[in-house]
Antibody, heavy 122, light 107 residues
Framework: QVHLVQSGGGAVQPGGSLRFSCAASGFIFSNYTMHWLRQAPGKGLEWVAVISSDGTNTYYAAAVKGRFTISRDNSKNTLFLQMNGLTNDDTALYYC???????????????WGQGTLVTVSS | ENVLTQSPATLSMSPGERATLTCGASQSVGTNIAWYQQRRGQAPRLLIYDASNRATGIPARFSGSGSGTDFTLTISGLEPEDFAVYYCQQRYNWPWTFGRGTKVEIK
């Protein structure tokens, strides 16, 4: 059974940094493209970043490009998101998600983690 | 950015009824649309991809249709666990975008 278990997150002041992780199990992690998405309080879903299965290719939403870094450690079946230069607009519930397609990129989000809350406030 | 508009924002239904949710895209996306269900306090779950294909384990009462700019998610015979928020998502134009959601609530 597919499991994505997130850890990290919390409260941080504007300009601060956070890093959280997403531990995967129940599937061959190195075969899947992985994503981060977020959901601001009372708002809809927003795609944030994607990383290829081997970690060599990454893409970011314009709102986070240059501040966030997605990475992965396939030997530990773990996905990461490093967030720097945080602003109030980054306050959201962050989800890791597995791409729907094995061995490719469907850009549909087949399985999701439980979510990690990030609160940016002074 | 391809804007997805979902309607209605809220749908008040009774268990057993048929629910029809719509999603309109500001630019044509072919059939590159997915639907997700988000129950209260839970992460979203993929229901439908490529407009009409049910994801693994999704009951047959969920069906999707449409192409181009107009899409529909139909739930034929609402079960108690189906009362949730539903989102559409397109993958045709980068960045991939979601609609604002339709909440299906108990009448």
């Amino acid at each position: 059974q597919v499991h994505l278990v997130q850890s990290g997150g919390g409260a941080v002041q504007p300009g601060g940094s956070l890093r959280f992780s997403c531990a995967a199990s129940g599937f061959i992690f190195s075969n899947y493209t992985m994503h981060w998405l977020r959901q601001a309080p009372g708002k809809g879903l927003e795609w944030v970043a994607v990383i290829s299965s081997d970690g060599t290719n990454t893409y970011y939403a314009a709102a986070v490009k240059g501040r966030f870094t997605i990475s992965r450690d396939n030997s530990k079946n773990t996905l990461f998101l490093q967030m720097n230069g945080l602003t109030n607009d980054d306050t959201a519930l962050y989800y890791c998600a597995r791409d729907h397609r094995e061995g490719g990129r469907s850009y549909y989000f087949g399985y999701w983690g439980q979510g990690t809350l990030v609160t940016v406030s002074s | 950015e391809n804007v997805l508009t979902q309607s209605p924002a809220t749908l008040s239904m009774s268990p057993g009824e048929r629910a029809t949710l719509t999603c309109g895209a500001s630019q044509s996306v072919g059939t590159n649309i997915a639907w997700y269900q988000q129950r209260r306090g839970q992460a979203p779950r993929l229901l439908i991809y490529d407009a009409s294909n049910r994801a693994t384990g999704i009951p047959a009462r969920f069906s999707g249709s449409g192409s181009g700019t107009d899409f529909t998610l139909t739930i034929s015979g609402l079960e108690p666990e189906d009362f949730a928020v539903y989102y559409c998502q397109q993958r045709y134009n980068w960045p991939w975008t979601f609609g604002r959601g339709t909440k299906v609530e108990i009448k």
